[in-house]
Each structure stands twice: as C-alpha cells, then as structure tokens.
C-alpha cells in the first residue's frame, strides 16, 4: 500500500527559505513521479513541481525559487522554497500516480496529508 507523509511546514517569514519532505513507502520515488501541489480554502488544488526520473517540472509561478529533489535511498522527496511569498501561504500536499499530464491532481491516486506553510509579513 502506498502511503505519503508529508512535514516540514511552519509559520516562515516572507523572504526566507523552508523545505518541505514527503516520505514515501509502498513506492519507490526514483520510479514514478512524486509530485507537489497546494491548495487555499476556496480555491482547486494547484500543481507546484513534479519529479520523475531524472527529469524536473515546476509551475511557471514558482520557477527559480521552487526546487524538487529526491534521495532514493531515503525514498523521500523534497521541495525547498526559497524567498517566500505571502501568496505561497497554503496547505501542501505531495502526490503519486501515473498521471497524464503531471500538472492534473484529478490524475493522481495517492495522496498525503498534507502540511501548512505560512508566510508572515
């Protein structure tokens, strides 16, 4: 069974960095994509940045302060966000599946529980 935690989020000042973890079991990282994604209240789920192999994807809004990274010995899956925003201030959740296209959560089957990142002004 395939099983996703995520952790690492917290109350961060806007401008600062945080790395969020996604531990996985039943699943190993290397082979299928781990992908990000996060979500407002009132608002659908947003895909953030994926990974696969040795390929990386991210969403054009957080390209070049997002970075997605994996320690297959680990079998976890990082995202570190550096130079907060105060709009990247939501709940995140890391995913895997086989999806087509990676950027669709509909397309996902598992799902963690996701983390809350603040960011204060």
């Known amino acids: 069974q395939v099983q996703l935690v995520e952790s690492g989020g917290g109350l961060v000042q806007a401008g600062d960095s945080l790395r969020l973890s996604c531990a996985a079991s039943?699943?190993?990282?290397?082979?299928?994509?781990i992908s990000w994604f996060r979500q407002v209240p009132g608002k659908e789920r947003e895909f953030v940045a994926a990974?696969?192999?040795?390929?990386?994807y991210y969403a054009e809004s957080v390209k070049g302060r997002f970075s997605v990274s994996r320690d297959n010995a680990r079998n976890m899956v990082y995202l570190q966000i550096d130079s907060l925003k105060l709009e990247d201030t939501a709940i995140y959740y890391c995913?895997?599946?086989?999806?087509?296209?990676?950027?669709?959560?509909?397309?996902?089957?598992?799902w963690g529980q996701g983390t809350q990142v603040t960011a204060s002004s």
């Open positions: 039943g699943r190993t990282v290397g082979h299928w994509y």
């Open positions: 990974i696969k192999g040795g390929n990386s």
């Open positions: 995913a895997t599946g086989t999806p087509t296209p990676y950027s669709e959560p509909r397309k996902y089957a598992y």
